[in-house]
């Protein structure tokens, strides 16, 4: 081989290296997020009053009932820009929820990588013990 060639080879693994890098800290941002039951979220909403509640699911899941006080932020068109009109304040506490947990859990994950700092997964309604609204 000659130097060229090789050159060519550690410029391409150099390039993999920092690509996986990168992908490894975007994981690792989107997983600083904690998770709690939903009976430990309804306690928190009895004695805390600095947090905003999030729905992540479907408009029309949202409709047929919420937990009290929820705020809507569909799981699939969130971005910085939704986000931002919603949730003002990015150190307020954000409970989100969903349906089964598994959507709450993802967009936790995109909320925290974009740099809300006090996100919390609170599973989905399916274990609301509570009043719904409609």
Not at 27 to 41: L, N, P, R, V, Y
Not at 42 to 53: G, P
Not at 94 to 114: D, E, N, T
Request: hydrophobic share 40%; with cysteine; proline share 1%.
């Amino acid at each position: 081989m000659n130097t060229r060639t090789i050159g060519i080879i550690i410029f391409m693994g150099a390039i993999m290296f920092f690509s996986c890098f990168a992908k490894e800290n975007e994981k690792k941002a989107a997983e600083q997020f904690t998770s709690i039951s939903m009976d430990e979220a309804a306690k928190l909403m009895e004695t805390e009053k600095d947090f905003i509640l999030v729905d992540v699911r479907r408009p029309d899941e949202y409709k047929a009932g919420h937990i009290p006080g929820a705020v809507l932020l569909t799981n699939e068109t969130i971005t910085e820009e939704s986000a931002s009109r919603i949730l003002k304040n990015k150190n307020q506490k954000i409970l989100v929820y969903c349906r089964s947990g598994q959507r709450s859990r993802v967009a936790a994950g995109k909320l925290s990588s974009m740099g809300y700092t006090n996100v919390v997964n609170i599973g989905g309604i399916m274990s609301w013990k509570g009043k719904i609204e409609k």
